[in-house]
Nanobody, 116 residues
Framework: QVQLVESGGGLVQPGGSLRLSCAAS????????MGWYRQAPGKQRELVAL???????DYADSVKGRFTVSRDNAKNTVYLEMNNLKPEDTADYYC??????????WGRGTQVTVSS
């Protein structure tokens, strides 16, 4: 089993910043990629950012230029640096680990609220 534990969510004002962390443990094996998804109330879960084992990154258009995903391979940890946060970024953010292109594991989520 793979366990993913997120941290770093919270309440922040528009224009503020947050940094999310996700540490993976357990029977990890190989990692194809790690990243973050989010789900706002009444909406489907969507990809926010992903970093593959090759170093290639992918971002949702809505966060490009504001969010940065990075990974510490030695610690099996993925980070999401979020800057210039907007109210529409409010959602539950879920850590995602892919051991293959089609096999994924999920964290329990951390809440991010952007509000004045």
């Amino acid at each position: 089993q793979v366990q993913l534990v997120e941290s770093g969510g919270g309440l922040v004002q528009p224009g503020g910043s947050l940094r999310l962390s996700c540490a993976a443990s357990g029977s990890i094996g190989g990692i194809f990629g790690m990243g973050w998804y989010r789900q706002a109330p009444g909406k489907q879960r969507e990809l926010v950012a992903l970093v593959l084992s090759t170093g290639t990154t992918d971002y949702a258009d809505s966060v490009k230029g504001r969010f940065t995903v990075s990974r510490d391979n030695a610690k099996n940890t993925v980070y999401l640096e979020m800057n210039n946060l907007k109210p529409e970024d409010t959602a539950d953010y879920y850590c995602n680990l892919r051991s293959s292109p089609t096999t994924m594991y999920w964290g329990r989520g951390t809440q991010v609220t952007v509000s004045s």
